[in-house]
Nanobody, 119 residues
Framework: VQLQASGGGLVQAGESLRLSCAAS????????MGWYRQAPGKERELVAT????????????VKGRCTISKDNARATVDLQKVYLQIDSLKPEDTAVYYC?????????WGQGTLVTVSS
């Protein structure tokens, strides 16, 4: 499984951003896809995840401001592309955002996309 994340950039506080993560390869067995982030000097943390069947999980720090969704263009439950919409961005949201896919017992990570929020 290969993951390609995109959509990061420099935004001002209060603005919105949408990140995309596209999976390729053996996508038929991906059970969960999600987003994690790592701020400078901090550990990587969960932002949001979505299961193959649509159940979602959010970190408390982003609940109400973030929405994870999947590409429904294909009439299948397979996870191939997920999005992360972040609204009302805060300077503390500044981090490298990583996409992760879980397939059986293995985790796959994308290259990360930098989100910088200026105050």
């Amino acid at each position: 499984v290969q993951l390609q994340a995109s959509g990061g950039g420099l935004v001002q506080a209060g603005e919105s951003l949408r990140l995309s993560c596209a999976a390729s390869g053996a996508i038929f067995s991906i059970s969960v896809m999600g987003w994690y982030r790592q701020a400078p000097g901090k550990e990587r943390e969960l932002v949001a995840t979505m299961s193959k069947y649509g159940s979602t999980n959010y970190a408390d720090s982003v609940k109400g401001r973030c929405t994870i969704s999947k590409d429904n263009a294909r009439a299948t439950v397979d996870l191939q592309k997920v999005y992360l919409q972040i609204d009302s961005l805060k300077p503390e949201d500044t981090a490298v955002y990583y996409c992760k896919a879980q397939r059986w017992e293995d985790d796959y990570w994308g290259q990360g996309t930098l989100v910088t929020v200026s105050s």
